[in-house]
């Protein structure tokens, strides 16, 4: 069938097969070798920052080690205990400690980051290879558009998240759901679950359009039930348990314009629901989602059904007062890339799904639908769980109602306003428009459609980058290793491994690999028992960089350091290219 379609002879559609496979390949090597040298070399030169890079070795050390999740960079328990469950529930530390079995470095959690999001580019080309099995060279361009995207960008160069694995894992997640390989899908959805809190409700909406599109009920209700509940546990039990004590509110903060609290903002959205507009309709969050749609040439929007996952994602970067959420990078996009890639692919589909239709090759554009693509039978896959089919019975006959509602109070206002004759002009312009695109696809085939669609794509992709390079740039290293970090890795040797040290927000992450560390200006470091805290043994700060991300920790910085020198409580014992390093004075 596709020899005969391929308009054009057997080699050339299989010189563009190969091709396509030769561009993914070059295209993932390249992002290895760049993106994996930039991370390396931004830890090397001490660019990386403690929050967060040296909070997740930290987490990934102390868990090898025996230490479930603890971390000490917050020092003094703003957000409960000592330990990554107060702020995140991320269980997936538990297998990324496994990384650090033949020796500890944060260098590995950057490699493994690398590596991930590079392996999200194979999912995105078969994904695109089976919607569009006519157009082999549309698949390394959305394989481009994916690895190119500034959110995957940033949330490369900027440390490592366990967040960010979940861009793969979703884009597998989709493509073992397609090749209908359920255990796989299961698996990677769990996957996904244990890498953040909200994921589990991802998951669940990921669910839910698996039901829909892929017609599996049982299993799809399945893992809707269990990614609520496992978001539901963490939110409401595993958080609350470890935050008792906690200084701050466990990152409510950012979203107090719709109330002081979740409850208060339920109230004041249910009584006052223009609020949301009001937070929502910004020029910056309206710049953020053309910037997520961008990259893709805005074909999601001709698929935004794929867009449903990404409601929690969207939720909690918009409605944040907190800019850095909606920015464009950063790792908080993490699960919205997957379904905007996934979402451009059905819209290209669609789109020559159209094109076929209006040029009339009715064979072509068969292997275009929906039903073809995803491989759908006309009978469910599987046993519905009992209860299941009326409950999905009794939404469907609301939506229904809701409709017939609609289109009778549409038909009162035609009436009503008069408005018979603006629709009969719209329906003439529209046949008018109609007839026009029929012409022009009569002009314009596939292939030469597919032409046009890859230089918008290119030049997308471009204005993308260039939109978003000041941000990206300040992420990058401007320069290789040299004299000055070989003077710094040498009073770093000096400290002890066991030593509780306070360290400034760049040479954080190099020290992180012990039980006790902090961020100066803290002197302490917090344990699990309140009022025995750990006191710190060492500071070392570098007078180059005295502000780390965190203001809060910068606005008396220098302060503090001259203080406890005046004081005699530190003493400094060595000094190199800017850097300080001290030691209590024993009394």
């Known amino acids: 069938m596709i020899k005969r379609l391929s308009s054009g002879s057997y080699f050339s559609f299989l010189s563009q097969k190969r091709l396509a496979w030769l561009l993914l390949a070059l295209m993932v090597i390249a992002y290895v070798l760049i993106l994996g040298d930039q991370s390396i070399l931004r830890y090397d030169v001490f660019k990386a920052t403690g929050f967060d890079l040296g909070n997740m070795d930290q987490a990934t050390w102390n868990t090898l ?70 157009l082999p060279l549309i698949a390394p361009l959305m394989a481009l558009g994916y690895l190119l995207a500034p959110a995957v960008l940033g949330e490369n160069l900027f440390d490592f998240h366990p967040l ?10 989709v493509l073992a759901l397609t090749y209908r390989r359920y255990v796989w899908f299961v698996i990677l959805c769990v996957l996904v679950a244990i890498c953040k809190e909200e994921m589990g409700a991802v998951v669940a909406l990921l669910a839910l359009v698996a039901i829909w599109k892929y017609r599996i009920p049982r299993l799809g209700t399945v893992i809707f039930i269990g990614g609520l509940v496992w978001t539901l546990v963490a939110f409401l039990v595993i958080k609350p348990h470890y935050n008792v004590g906690a200084q701050q509110d466990n990152y409510w903060y950012r979203y107090e314009a719709l109330g002081t609290s979740p409850a208060a903002a339920i109230v004041n959205i249910l009584g006052h629901p223009w609020i949301i507009f009001g937070v929502l309709v910004t020029l910056d969050r309206l710049y953020y989602l053309a910037g997520l749609l961008r990259s893709t040439g805005f074909l999601a929007l001709l698929a935004p059904e794929w867009l449903i996952p990404t409601i929690p994602s969207l939720a909690i970067n918009l409605l944040t ?65 009992p209860g299941s089919v009326a409950l999905f019975k009794l939404l469907r006959s609301v939506v229904l109602r809701l409709v017939n509602w609609l289109r009778r109070g549409w038909q009162f206002l035609v009436q009503r306003l008069h408005l018979a004759r603006v629709r009969a002009s719209l329906q003439r312009r529209g046949q008018l428009l109609q007839e026009r695109m029929k012409n022009l696809a009569r002009w314009l085939p596939a292939s030469g459609l597919q032409g046009v669609l890859s230089v918008w794509f290119v030049c997308m992709i471009v204005l993308n980058i260039v939109v978003i390079w000041p941000l990206l740039n300040s992420f990058i290293a401007d320069h290789r290793p040299g004299p000055r970090e070989q003077h710094i890795q040498q009073l770093l040797d000096m400290i002890p491994p066991d030593a509780v040290v306070s360290a400034g927000g760049n040479i954080n992450p190099h020290l992180t690999e012990r ?73």
């Open 515 to 587: 039980r006790y560390v902090t961020v100066f200006p803290e002197l302490t470091v917090a344990t699990f028992t309140r009022g025995q805290d750990k006191i710190v043994d060492y500071v070392i700060v570098d007078l180059d960089n005295a502000s780390p991300e965190n203001k809060s920790y910068s606005d008396n910085f220098l302060d503090v350091l001259n203080q406890i020198q005046r004081s005699g409580e530190f003493k400094p014992i060595a000094q190199a290219d800017g850097v300080i390093l001290l030691t209590r004075v024993k009394p």
């Open 164 to 173: 960010s694995l979940v861009t793969p894992l979703l884009l597998y997640a």
């Open 65 to 134: 080690h025996g230490h479930l999740f603890e971390f000490t960079n917050h020092s003094d328990n703003w957000y409960g205990a000592p330990i990554r469950l107060a702020q995140h529930v991320e269980p997936i530390f538990l297998l990324l400690a496994g990384l650090y079995a033949f020796g500890a470095d944060p260098r590995i959690l950057l490699i493994f980051q690398t590596v991930m999001l590079a392996a999200g580019a194979l999912p995105v080309f078969l994904l695109a290879r089976k919607s569009l099995p006519t």
């Open 321 to 385: 007062a907190d800019s850095f959420q909606h920015n464009g990078v950063y790792h908080y996009h993490a699960a919205i890339i997957p379904f905007v890639i996934i979402a451009a692919i059905h819209g290209a589909r669609r789109l020559y799904l159209y094109w076929y239709g209006l040029r009339g090759e009715d064979a072509e554009q068969e292997l275009y639908r929906e039903d073809v693509v995803l491989g759908r039978t006309t009978h469910a896959a599987g046993k519905p769980i």
